[in-house]
């Protein structure tokens, strides 16, 4: 890309932000989280069904082990949910720190956006923990805000408070901004909160809406995608 900024099309204009979501988004983390969700079923002496896997992604972790206890049979005690979730945590920290990679195009799709001068948030249901991790393969500059999902007071995606957040700290309107996500949770999220949704669907399939469009792909980002859906 050359130093000049895009010239939205005539007729558009550029988002007042862009919202990215990371896991299954930005970075090709849903086959980690796989890994780490069926050992740790199998470690609690139960198996997890593709069902209820496929009913974790997109989820923040609280509903994550409420979906993982019931599926193997433990009580919801906070002893139980304890030990849980730090086994979970230090798991998918080994795989963040060893195995994490970027979806197709992803990288190239965020040097597009920073290079408008449009102002950016990262928005994620995983924890700061965990985000910390990512963004040393990911990269923090790409990003004027983070919201994760330990930080929304238990009201975290498909709830909207994590788009509104992220549009408050950015000092922009939400029904001015674009998201980027991947999967039904995160799409109702940044929808109930006013946005726009770029989608690039990873696990789960997500139809098309009037208020979404849906790439196969990062890499078929481009300016017009960025400008199209927001008249002068």
Known sequence: MSGSLPVPAAGTR??????????GTLIDSERLWDRAL?????????????????????????????????????????????DADSWLTKRMSELFRTD???????????????????????VTSTTRELTELALETVGRDWFDAIVCGDEVDERNKPDPEPYRRAAHLLGVDPEECLAVEDSP???????????????????????????????????ALDEAALTGTFPR
Do not use: I
């Open 100 to 122: 994490l990679r970027w979806r197709d195009g992803a990288a190239q799709a965020l040097r597009l956006v920073r290079g408008t001068g449009v102002p950016t948030a990262l």
């Open 14 to 23: 550029l988002p007042a932000a862009v919202l990215w979501d990371m896991d």
């Open 185 to 219: 949770t995160g799409v109702s999220s940044a929808e109930d909160a006013g946005c726009v949704v770029l989608v690039v669907p990873s696990e789960l399939e997500v139809p098309d809406g009037p208020r979404r469009r849906v790439l196969d792909s990062l890499t």
């Open 38 to 82: 069926y050992e740790s079923a199998e470690r609690l002496g139960g198996r997890l069904s593709p069902r209820t896997r496929a009913l974790m992604v997109g989820k923040n972790a609280d509903v994550t082990l409420d979906l993982l206890l019931r599926e193997v049979g433990l009580p919801r005690d906070s002893e139980t949910l304890a």
